[in-house]
C-alpha cells in the first residue's frame, strides 16, 4: 500500500490546514505522525476504519480533528488555531490490520508510511 500526503504549507499562529492522505489500498486503520528538526517523530491522530473510532495525542485535543472517506480510502486532519509548535514535517500512516485503541498512538502499529508534507507556523 502507497500513502500520498498532500495539504501542507506555511501559516501564521492561529490560521488552519487541513492534511490529505489518500492510500492505494485498504488498511485497518491510519494515523498521523510528526517530526520536527531535531525531534523524534511523534504521534498525532489516529482513525481507525471499523468503528471510525478516533484518537489523538494531547497536545492536539481539541484543536486538530481526523476524518476518514473510507470510498477513497483517504483520511484528513483538519488543523485549527495552529501554533509554532506544530511546525513538522507530518507523515501519514498505515496499518495492515485493526490495531487495539491503546495501540493506535504507536509507531510499531504502522508498516506503511507517506513521504510527509512540511507544516510551518510562523508567530
Known amino acids: 500500500v502507497q500513502l500520498q500526503a498532500s495539504g501542507g504549507g506555511s501559516v501564521q499562529a492561529g490560521d488552519s490546514l487541513r492534511l490529505s492522505c489518500a492510500a492505494s489500498?485498504?488498511?485497518?486503520?491510519m494515523a498521523w505522525f510528526r517530526q520536527a528538526p531535531g525531534e523524534e517523530r511523534d504521534f498525532v491522530a489516529a482513525?481507525?476504519?471499523?468503528?471510525?473510532?478516533?484518537f489523538y495525542a494531547d497536545s492536539v485535543k481539541g484543536r486538530f480533528t481526523i476524518s476518514g472517506n473510507s470510498a477513497k480510502n483517504t483520511v484528513y486532519l483538519q488543523m485549527n488555531s495552529l501554533k509554532p509548535d506544530d511546525t513538522a514535517l507530518y507523515y501519514c500512516?498505515?496499518?495492515?490490520?485493526?490495531?487495539?485503541?491503546?495501540?493506535?498512538?504507536?509507531?510499531?502499529?504502522?508498516?506503511?508510511w507517506g513521504q510527509g508534507t512540511e507544516v510551518t507556523v510562523s508567530s
Open positions: 500512516a498505515g496499518a495492515i490490520s485493526r490495531p487495539i485503541i491503546s495501540a493506535l498512538g504507536l509507531r510499531r502499529s504502522y508498516t506503511f
Open positions: 489500498g485498504s488498511t485497518g486503520a
Open positions: 482513525f481507525r476504519w471499523s468503528g471510525s473510532n478516533v
